[in-house]
């Protein structure tokens, strides 16, 4: 059974920074995509960044472009997402989602397996 857990959101204010981290288990997580998505209130949940299974490409949503990072760790079954810069327009529960293929795509289609999600709370 695969398993996604999220760990690292909180509190933090304007222009600070947050990493966000995903554990994977039940599959081999070097063969499949990652992405995190992002639900903010009253909006539909939203593409963030992806990265392939070998963590050489990445995709990034324009909003976030420059100021998030994600990387990933096959090794430890890891992926992550670093964001800097935050703003109160961040606020969300992020999710960690996995692939259901070696490249990533920005649809939650794309996507079989989900975490539990994370509170992201940027204040002003």
């Known amino acids: 059974q695969v398993q996604l857990v999220e760990s690292g959101g909180g509190l933090v204010q304007t222009g600070g920074s947050l990493r966000l981290s995903c554990a994977a288990s039940g599959r081999t997580f070097s063969s499949y995509a990652m992405g995190w998505f992002r639900q903010r209130p009253g909006k539909e949940r939203e593409f963030v960044a992806a990265?392939?299974?070998?963590?050489?490409?990445?995709a990034y949503a324009d909003s976030v472009k420059g100021r998030f990072t994600i990387s990933r760790d096959n090794a430890k079954g890891t992926v992550y997402l670093q964001m800097n810069s935050l703003k109160p327009e961040d606020t969300a529960v992020y999710y960690c989602?996995?692939?259901?293929?070696?490249?990533?795509?920005?649809?939650?289609?794309?996507?079989?397996?989900w975490g539990q999600g994370t509170q992201v709370t940027v204040s002003s």
């Open positions: 990265i392939s299974y070998r963590g050489r490409s990445t």
């Open positions: 989602a996995g692939g259901s293929t070696a490249m990533y795509s920005s649809s939650p289609l794309g996507y079989g397996y």
